[in-house]
């Protein structure tokens, strides 16, 4: 009898790791398979094929299938990747912020940069979160505000400027900018540097392309 429960014990233990080596494995393909997309939306637009997207992640169309039953599903994996990018960026200004408001400057025109070469979720969705990328997105804006309140206290933009008004700047120039693939990044940045000036960056403190962050200085700029 104890051999016999030991030897259950053994199957079960086994059994379990090659679950946890599946889960492993899938999770790998799906990450694979997002990133293929990513890449084949951005070429074709949204009605890259499956069949580009599995041979791009080096996988079978069933794994694709698999992961992701529907074009939608896909999709909306694919954006709700890029929402987690751009909270990456915000959170990468917030770690790179002298406290003095260069947080949401440089926030403001990594969010452009990256939504330039990545389009697919403006398009998809206005800019709009699903109920998959929520938890994404509440994330991001939680950060997006704490630039916001930084860059306030320092004088950098107005007093009354909150997150939802750089979210709609941010937002809405970049999804105006998406719908005309004619676009240049000169036309990104531009209008980056239009977005920073609605919210009360002063115009002196703004080059053409990108703010150094020695120019909110305030000391370096009078100097």
């Not at 540097?193 to 909110?216: K, M, N, Q, S, T």
């Amino acid at each position: 009898m104890r051999r016999s429960t030991t030897a259950e014990a053994i199957v079960r233990s086994l059994a379990a790791e090659d679950g946890r080596a599946l889960r492993s494995d899938g999770q790998r393909n799906r990450d694979l398979v997002v990133d293929a997309a990513l890449e084949i939306f951005a070429e074709d637009g949204m009605m890259g094929t499956v069949e580009k997207i599995a041979e791009r992640a080096g996988v079978s169309r069933t794994t694709v299938y698999r992961s992701f039953p529907t074009r939608q599903a896909l999709q909306i994996a694919v954006a709700t990747s890029q929402f987690a990018q751009i909270h990456r960026i915000a959170l990468d200004a917030q770690a790179g912020s002298d406290g003095r408001g260069s947080g949401l400057v440089d926030f403001v025109f990594g969010a452009f940069e990256y939504n330039q070469a990545n389009r697919l979720y403006l398009e998809l969705f206005g800019g709009r979160p699903t109920a998959e990328m929520r938890d994404v997105h509440v994330a991001s804006r939680l950060t997006i505000a704490e630039l916001t309140d930084e860059s306030r206290a320092a004088g950098v933009v107005r007093a009354e400027v909150t997150d939802d008004d750089v979210a709609l700047f941010v937002g809405g120039l970049s999804v105006r900018l998406a719908t005309d693939r004619a676009t240049t990044q000169d036309d990104w940045r531009r209008s980056a540097r239009f977005a920073l000036i609605g919210l009360g960056v002063p115009d002196r403190l703004l080059p053409p392309h990108r703010i150094p962050r020695a120019h909110l200085d305030p000391a370096a700029t009078d100097a």
